[in-house]
């Protein structure tokens, strides 16, 4: 029979063995895929406070991008979500506010559910008043 | 209990029980595929190389030879003839030992450096990039694999030895 020596250091060796093996998959393991895209949205506060991210998606639309990020919220319409709040700054309709969203400083044409998104794009937010 | 031969030829009737207990190992192998990397082989090696010995590696050989039938022939399958020895040999060199606990780190030791020895062939195929990226990537079933092996030889090690014991007795009588 083992003595109780032998399985102490039997164990002891187990452990640290299963230690090493637990910090190494820790350490080691690559990053899970952070999306094929990588773009950027920049959003212009009312206060002028300018906040940019950097999001990495594999989302097609800009909509897939955002939410991904939790950054927008709104209503639903027929024409796809009408984004009323982005990174908590909700647009204040009772003073005439909304989001305008451009890309590369143009103003976008379609809503977020539309407006695909390709790699390396610059979309921009900022409070606009109607 | 009827001490392992230290002769490495097999008698006939020796043979035969050597056969089943690869066939054993790859039946509870297949029926067990379902769990990730939870099976008995390695109990049933530790048992085969205590009653046995070194003809233990005849076993092994029939397990390799079947797996290969039914899950393919692949670079894993050339691990096999190195990974599985690699367990019956300090096996048999410790097969004096009764301690379930002991066979159940020995067990657990291989089923933690699985991965790791299985990447070998990698080093020569894409260097340590690849050996150590392929070692990493199936760590977690390692782990799994470690768990239990420890878990299912702590528990069952003395059973199955007290079965085989008596059925040694009953058909390979000295």
Not at chain 1, 44 to 64: A, M, P, Q
Not at chain 2, 3 to 23: D, I, W
Not at chain 2, 49 to 75: H, P, Q, R, T
Not at chain 2, 122 to 147: K, M, N, P, Q, R
Request: aromatic residues 12%.
């Amino acid at each position: 029979m083992a003595s109780k020596k032998t399985k102490i250091i039997s164990g002891v060796i187990l452990a640290l063995l299963v230690v090493a093996a637990v910090l190494a998959l820790i350490f080691l393991r690559p990053d899970a895929n952070p999306g094929s895209k990588a773009i950027v949205f920049q959003v212009t506060h009312s206060d002028g406070n300018v906040v940019d991210f950097d999001i990495h998606t594999d989302s097609e639309n800009l909509r897939g991008a955002l939410e991904q990020e939790n950054l927008i919220a709104g209503d639903e319409s027929a024409y796809g979500l009408f984004v009323t709040e982005i990174d908590g700054e909700a647009a204040d309709d009772a003073q005439r506010q909304w989001w305008c969203f451009t890309k590369d400083g143009e103003m976008l044409n379609t809503g977020v559910d539309d407006t695909m998104i390709a790699d390396r794009e610059h979309y921009e937010a900022f409070i606009d008043v109607y | 209990m009827r001490p392992s031969s230290t002769s490495t030829k097999p008698e006939l009737r020796q043979l035969a029980l050597l056969s089943l207990m690869g066939a054993l190992m790859f039946a509870l192998q297949v029926a067990m595929a379902s769990l990730p990397n939870i099976h008995l082989t390695a109990l049933l090696i530790i048992l085969t190389a205590i009653f046995f010995g070194w003809k233990c590696l005849f076993s092994v050989a029939v397990f390799v030879i079947l797996e290969a039938f039914v899950w393919g022939f692949g670079l894993w399958w050339l691990c096999y003839w190195y990974l599985w020895p690699l367990l019956a040999i300090p096996a048999v060199l410790l097969r004096k030992n009764r301690s379930a606990f002991l066979w159940a780190v020995l067990a657990a030791v291989h089923g933690l450096t699985f991965g790791a020895l299985c990447s070998i062939p990698y080093l020569f195929i894409g260097g340590w990039e690849l050996a150590l990226s392929t070692w990493v990537s199936g760590l977690s079933f390692d782990l799994v694999h470690c768990a239990g092996n420890f878990t299912l030889t702590l528990v069952l090690f003395k059973p199955l030895y007290r079965v085989m014991d008596k059925l040694m007795g009953m058909y390979n009588p000295r």
